[in-house]
Each structure stands twice: as structure tokens, then as C-alpha cells.
């Protein structure tokens, strides 16, 4: 077993950091529509993203080796030698941790700017749990990885690899038709052993049955495949039939999307607010910006020039000034006359576990009119963002419209209710919305035309009637 420490973690970070650096540049100049400039980069986009997230999924395994295997010497240790051993190796998985979602944001940048046009299918990938590494099996992984590499179209339709990615959580690949720019349909890879020197790659794939016929007419089809691979190993059969569920349940919702009422809402968000504390960037560590009469922005800024130093960097560890500093500005947002004031915290593109932060019917910040230099340092943990968010006033404009907060014991939680006459309109998901602001940089106003425009068409029904809402950022 490879001993892991941070010495050598460093060093692979550093070996990583200029293949980011390079898919990163790619990526920006194909945002920048210079597509002629990449041709042969875009081409093998996916499969050297995927090249890259091998070598970070290795070494995140050695690193949970290495801290399983420390954990059983615990007794041949002292207990403050312990402690100080366990934290280099949980230091050390935190880092590798943040470099797999670094690449994965890159994926999710790639990915949406395909699916942007399928949003209801982009929100059921959401609803499915993350996958945070590729394939752990080495035959899928061989499969998966030398099929992108192989095949990047599959007639009219670009190959969209999900393992990459943290938005496509069902199927392997999507199929997207860059005619129509319209998803064609989702697929399962299995990869079989044939003779011991060939792999057998078999493609289960769904979707609408005039382009799916129309994709893959030049395809075998084996038909008994399934039912003589179900007697060799039938745990990995029923494994694969759940997949297909799971894929034609996404694929149904999907085809049966007919929103009931559209509206357009334009707002301004809070980017202009967010380029503008840029200008401060590289002034102080620490940079606080009001942006609203509850929402305070705080930038955190790390010095280092390696990205391997950044991500052993702990930004929490700030000096008594700062935290004075940081006590004044929190307090700028209170109301001193009110007993109603809370906060809560949120952070731009990464949460406070480092994970991605991803909310169904918004796009990756990647997306957004931000300049690419200031893209760079939010992926590249130059600038950790952080938000600070106190409703109380959003709640003062939700009483003026005659929402109250009660407790609904139908839900068994805090609502937003109106009484108008006899009836009663709930709203229960208010954490969704306020995860727009604190998270996505959705300005409250909108949030107030979004609760404006629900509340207004929600009284044309007489009946009890539940209203799902959908949010999509364009």
C-alpha cells in the first residue's frame, strides 16, 4: 500500500492542476464562440476530462485506504499521535475531495450548455443522488472511458459522457442532436469480457421511438443478450433492470412536461453586485459588500499561487480583525429595532463541504455574464464566496401581501399561508427559494414577482388544487 501524505498529495495536485488549467481554457474559448480555434481540443474534450478524473479517482482511493488502515493501528499509537495523524489524512482526502468537484464543475459547464434546451430532464437527474466518482468496477470504467474516446457522435447526435459531470446522475451518456439541439435519448453502457483479450460493449438505450429508430438503424441488435447474460450473473441483471427503470421513469416525466402556464420574469440579479466586489479583490483578505437591505456578500481571498496550496489553505482560520470586521457588517443587515431577525449562511458555485452547489432550473455560474477571469477564481478556489441572509424583510413585503408563517399540520411545518375569504393558499417550499438567493445570486425582487405571479394564478382555482412551480434560469 502506497503511503499517503500531504507532501505527496501536493505534489499530485500540482501534476493535475495544468490539465485543469488547459480543459478550463478550452472551455472558455468555446463560451467565447471561437469554436474554429479548438476544434481538435473541443473534439476530445470529454475523454481527457475523463483521463484527468481517473488519476483523481486513484489517488481519493488510496487516500480511503490509507485512513482505513490507520484507523486499525490506533492502538499502537498515543492519542495525541493519533489525532494529529488522522487530520493530515482527512486534510489530505478534503483536498483530493475539492479537486473532483473542481473537475466536475468543469463537466457541468460542458454538459448544460448541450441539455439547456431539455431543462425538465436536467431537473430529473436532479431528483437522483450524486454520483461522486466514476465506475468503481476497472471493466465498466475501461468500457465507459474507451467508448467516449472512441466515438464522439453517434450519427447527428453529440456523446454527452455523464461520469464527468455531477448534474447527469441517470444513465452513462446522453444523445443530443445538434441539428435540433434537442435530447435524443439516455443510455446504459455494459461492458462484457470476451476471451479474456476483447471487450463487448453493449448500449441500452431510451428515448423518443422516431429518433432513437433513426440513431441507431445501423446498429446490431442482439435480443437474446440479455436473457443469456441474466443466467451468468443475474445480480448484475437486476441491477441494470433498475437502471432502465429509473431511465424510463426521467424519460416519462420528461415527455409529459406541459406546463399549464408560462410566465417571464426579468431581472437584474445580484451579478452586478458580485462583478463590483471584484474590484476589491487582491486589496484585502477579507472583502464584506452589502447588496441588499438582508444579504451581505463576503469574499475570502487565498493568496497562494498553487492550487495545491489553496486547497490545504484553511480560510476559516481569519485574524481577530477580521472578525470584528465580520460582526459590523452581519450587523448591517439586522433591523435594531426587531426581535425577528435571524440569519443564514449560503456560498457561490461551492457549499461549505466544497461539494457543488446545484438547484433544480438553475444554470452553472459558468453560464452567467461574470467575466472569465472571475469565473477562474471562484472554480479555482481563489475567492470563496459566502452569503449572509436575513429574511426579515422579504417577510415584511410577504405580510403587505397577506402572507403570514404558520405551522400547517397537514405538512408538519413552518408555511407561508394567505386566508382569502373561506380559503387558504400554502406555500411550503420556501427553502428552495431562498437557496436562489443565498446560493445562486437570484435577486429577492425576483423571488417577490415569483411569489406575486404563483399567488395571482393560484385564485383562479376554486377547487383545492396542488400547484407544482418550476423555476428556469435562461
Known amino acids: ?58 489517488e481519493f482511493q488510496k487516500v480511503r485506504t490509507n485512513i482505513k488502515s490507520f484507523k486499525t493501528s490506533r492502538n499502537n499509537l498515543s492519542k495525541e499521535n493519533f489525532k494529529i495523524g488522522e487530520k493530515q489524512l482527512k486534510d489530505c482526502e478534503q483536498a483530493i475531495l475539492h479537486l473532483i468537484y473542481l473537475s466536475k464543475s468543469i463537466g457541468d459547464a460542458y454538459a448544460w450548455f448541450f441539455l439547456q434546451n431539455d431543462k425538465e430532464i436536467l431537473n430529473e437527474h436532479l431528483k437522483s443522488p450524486e454520483n461522486l466518482l466514476l465506475p468503481s468496477g476497472y471493466l465498466g470504467r475501461l468500457g465507459e472511458i474507451e467508448f467516449i474516446r472512441s466515438n464522439k457522435m453517434i450519427g447527428d447526435n453529440l456523446i454527452i459522457y455523464h461520469g464527468t459531470t455531477s448534474i447527469l446522475r441517470i444513465g452513462d451518456i446522453s444523445l443530443v442532436n445538434l441539428k435540433t439541439f434537442k435530447l435524443t435519448g439516455i443510455a446504459e453502457l455494459k461492458t462484457d469480457s ?59 416525466v420528461y415527455s409529459n412536461a406541459q406546463p399549464s402556464v408560462t410566465k ?12 463590483h466586489l471584484f474590484e476589491y479583490v487582491g486589496k484585502e483578505k477579507m472583502i464584506f459588500s452589502k447588496v441588499d437591505d438582508g444579504l451581505l456578500f463576503i469574499g475570502a481571498r487565498l493568496t497562494q499561487e498553487k492550487l495545491s496550496q489553496r ?22 443587515i439586522l433591523d435594531p429595532e426587531s426581535d425577528k431577525n435571524e440569519t443564514m449562511s449560503g456560498s457561490i458555485h461551492y457549499n461549505k463541504e466544497g ?120
Open 1 to 58: 500500500m502506497t503511503e499517503i501524505n500531504e507532501k505527496n498529495i501536493r505534489q499530485f495536485i500540482d501534476l493535475i492542476e495544468p490539465k485543469l488549467e488547459q480543459l478550463w481554457d478550452t472551455l472558455c474559448i468555446f463560451k467565447s464562440g471561437q469554436i474554429e480555434k479548438i476544434s481538435e481540443k473541443f473534439i476530445n474534450f470529454q475523454s481527457e476530462l475523463a483521463d484527468c478524473q481517473i488519476l483523481i479517482n486513484g
Open 311 to 332: 486547497l490545504f489553505d484553511n480560510p476559516k482560520n481569519t485574524e481577530k480583525s477580521d472578525n470584528e470586521k465580520l460582526t459590523k457588517h452581519v450587523c448591517s
Open 194 to 252: 470476451i476471451d479474456g483479450n476483447k471487450l463487448q460493449l453493449r448500449i441500452i438505450a431510451y428515448g423518443k421511438e422516431d429518433r432513437m429508430k433513426q440513431t441507431f438503424s445501423h446498429f446490431q441488435e442482439k435480443k437474446e443478450s440479455k436473457r443469456e447474460d441474466k443466467i451468468k450473473n443475474e445480480e448484475r441483471e437486476a441491477r441494470l433492470e433498475k437502471q432502465i427503470q429509473t431511465m424510463l421513469s426521467a424519460l416519462k
Open 355 to 474: 461539494k457543488i452547489n446545484t438547484l433544480m432550473g438553475v444554470k452553472p455560474i459558468f453560464w452567467s455574464d461574470l467575466p472569465v477571469d472571475c469565473l477562474k477564481q471562484i472554480y479555482f478556489y481563489k475567492l470563496a464566496l459566502i452569503t449572509i441572509y436575513n429574511p426579515i424583510f422579504f417577510g415584511r413585503e410577504m405580510n403587505k401581501r397577506g402572507f403570514h408563517i404558520e405551522f400547517v399540520e397537514s405538512f408538519n411545518k413552518k408555511c407561508l399561508v394567505k386566508r382569502i375569504g373561506e380559503r387558504q393558499m400554502i406555500m411550503e417550499n420556501m427553502g428552495y427559494y431562498f437557496s436562489l438567493i443565498i446560493n445562486h445570486l437570484v435577486d429577492e425582487a425576483t423571488v417577490l414577482k415569483i411569489m406575486d405571479t404563483i399567488s395571482l394564478e393560484s385564485e383562479n382555482f376554486t377547487d383545492s388544487t396542488k400547484i407544482e412551480t418550476h423555476f428556469y434560469q435562461v
Open 264 to 275: 417571464n420574469i426579468y431581472n437584474n440579479s445580484y451579478l452586478g453586485q458580485l462583478k
